[in-house]
């Protein structure tokens, strides 16, 4: 079981980035799959989920209107769309996922598998 992230990189203040968090080893797309964040210093956040049908979507008030979440359950790929991101968005981001049926709170303890982190850094 295995989640691989891509798709960081630097980009200027405005611009757009897309993550893509590929998951391996499970016989179907993890009912819920989530991005998180951490900048050096800090908690790590919670930055967006989205369900396995498409239909249950969540997003941190810091990124909502800017950040667009989506999956392909063809590739068991969930990926999330960046845009008009600011220098507070810089941090290494993380995809996580729970294969069972549950969607309410978005702890990191609520999520099972964790893929290792790809850095975005915004420059102003």
């Known amino acids: 079981v295995q989640l691989q992230a891509s798709g960081g990189g630097l980009v200027q203040a405005g611009g757009s980035l897309k993550l893509s968090c590929a998951a391996s080893?499970?016989?179907?797309?993890?009912?819920?799959m989530a991005w998180f964040r951490q900048i050096p210093g800090k908690e790590r956040e919670f930055v967006a989920a989205?369900?396995?049908?498409?239909?249950?979507?969540l997003y941190a008030d810091s990124v909502k209107g800017r950040f667009t979440i989506s999956g392909d359950n063809a590739k068991k790929t969930v990926y999330l769309q960046m845009s008009s991101l600011k220098p507070e968005d810089t941090a290494v981001y993380y995809c996580?996922?729970?294969?069972?049926?549950?969607?309410?709170?978005?702890?990191?303890?609520?999520?099972?598998?964790w893929g290792k982190g790809t850095q975005v850094t915004v420059s102003s």
């Open positions: 996580a996922a729970n294969p069972n049926e549950r969607w309410g709170t978005f702890r990191d303890s609520d999520m099972d598998y």
């Open positions: 080893g499970f016989s179907s797309r993890p009912y819920t």
């Open positions: 989205i369900g396995r049908y498409g239909t249950t979507i």
